[in-house]
Each structure stands twice: as C-alpha cells, then as structure tokens.
T-cell receptor
Framework: KAGVTQTPRYLIKTRGQQVTLSCSPI?????VSWYQQTPGQGLQFLFE???????NKGNFPGRFSGRQFSNSRSEMNVSTLELGDSALYLC???????????????FGPGTRLTVL | AQSVTQPDIHITVSEGASLELRCNYS??????LFWYVQSPGQGLQLLLK??????LVQGIKGFEAEFKRSQSSFNLRKPSVHWSDAAEYFC?????????????FGKGTKLSVIP
C-alpha cells in the first residue's frame, strides 16, 4: 500500500505570493492533518480534515487554509506569504475516528517551503 | 491546554550503549501518547503508542516506552543503540483542547550515535 505523498517536495516563493501544497493520503484513510515544522517552534498543528470538512484547527492566522476533496486528497493554501512561513509542511493521514489525537497518523515526507 | 516537554535537546551515545529519552506531558485526563522518529529529510515515523492498558509499550526497531501517570512521563528506551538510530525523536500527546482533538508535539531530542 502506498504511503502518504506530498507534492511538491520543495518550493521557493517570494513574500506576498501565495502557495498551494498537495497531500494524497493512504488509500482508505479519510482524515488528513497538516503540521508546520520550524526550528524555532517545532511541530505545530495547522488543521485536520475529515470527509471534506475541517474538523480541527490550530492557532494559525486565516492566511492558512485548506480543503479536502471527495477522494480524501487535501490541499493547503498560504496566502500573502511572509518570511516566517518558511518551514517544512507535513501532512498526515489516519483512518478515521473521534479526532486526530486518537488515531495513528501516518506522515508524508513533507514539502519544504522557502520564502525569500 | 496540553503540552509536552522533552528536556534534552541533544543526546550523544556510543553504539551498543543503552538509551533513554525523556518526555513529560501536561494534560488533565489520561492522554494518548506517541513517540515518532524523524530522519533527515524525511517525514515522521511512528515508533510506538500508548492508549490504555499495559503501561510498558513495545514498539518497532527494538524501542519501548513506559507510561508513568504519577510522574506524567512517557520515556523512550532502547537497550542497545545502533548507528542507524541517529535521528530526531518526538514525543506527542493526543488530547482534546478548546473543543478539538489534535496532536501536540515536544520540541524533539536529536540523537547522535558514536560508532
């Protein structure tokens, strides 16, 4: 069974631009969560989608948004990029359940975003 | 709100030596606890998890962890470290907060292994 895939793997943008990252979960998984990883803040939860609905949301500004499609694939979008948005963005999928915290999450390799 | 503390930022051990990585959590109820490992340029791989039951949990790659409620700890151990274990290790708690469920991670412990 294929793992979680994320595209692109690397991305370079300039301040003010917007970016869209894509995540394909493991087949049969309906929950997709997104995390931001930076050296200073570590791993921080962005949001979780389940059956095309945002179920949980972390403490990030509205510039960060996401969506999930009927095939469970998910995209996250960051608008008006800032230098501080440079990070590794990780996507994780899980089967389902009562919430992201109660399920084993399988992580993709991440998208490395650099904002210049 | 839940939190996770990994007191050791960086640990260096010799190959073949034993290993213990510390993790303390803060949460009002019984937490769901996880240890993940991240190799350079890679995503996170789940080593083991604790949901309930036996407080000593066995994971992959010869790792184990013990849940101690009285100490709010979930330390990761391995009796004999291999050079391939060099990576960064993250402890996480899955818990509810502000009406939602999410994983909260510690800042990680980087493990270096001396051959």
């Amino acid at each position: 069974k294929a793992g979680v895939t994320q595209t692109p793997r690397y991305l370079i943008k300039t301040r003010g631009q917007q970016v869209t990252l894509s995540c394909s979960p493991i087949s049969g998984h309906r929950s997709v969560s997104w995390y931001q990883q930076t050296p200073g803040q570590g791993l921080q939860f962005l949001f979780e989608y389940f059956s095309e609905t945002q179920r949980n949301k972390g403490n990030f500004p509205g510039r960060f948004s996401g969506r999930q499609f009927s095939n469970s694939r998910s995209e996250m979008n960051v608008s008006t990029l800032e230098l501080g948005d440079s990070a590794l963005y990780l996507c994780a999928s899980s089967l389902s359940g009562g919430g992201a915290g109660y399920n084993e999450q399988f992580f993709g390799p991440g998208t490395r975003l650099t904002v210049l | 709100a839940q939190s996770v503390t990994q007191p050791d930022i960086h640990i260096t051990v010799s190959e073949g030596a034993s290993l213990e990585l510390r993790c303390n959590y803060s949460y009002g109820a019984t937490p769901y606890l996880f240890w993940y490992v991240q190799s350079p340029g890679q995503g996170l791989q789940l080593l083991l998890k604790y949901f309930s039951g036996d407080t000593l949990v066995q994971g992959i790659k010869g790792f184990e962890a013990e849940f101690k409620r009285s100490q709010s700890s979930f330390n990761l151990r391995k009796p004999s470290v291999h050079w391939s274990d060099a990576a960064e290790y993250f402890c996480a708690v899955g818990a509810s907060g502000a009406g939602s469920y999410q994983l909260t991670f510690g800042k990680g412990t980087k493990l270096s292994v001396i051959p």
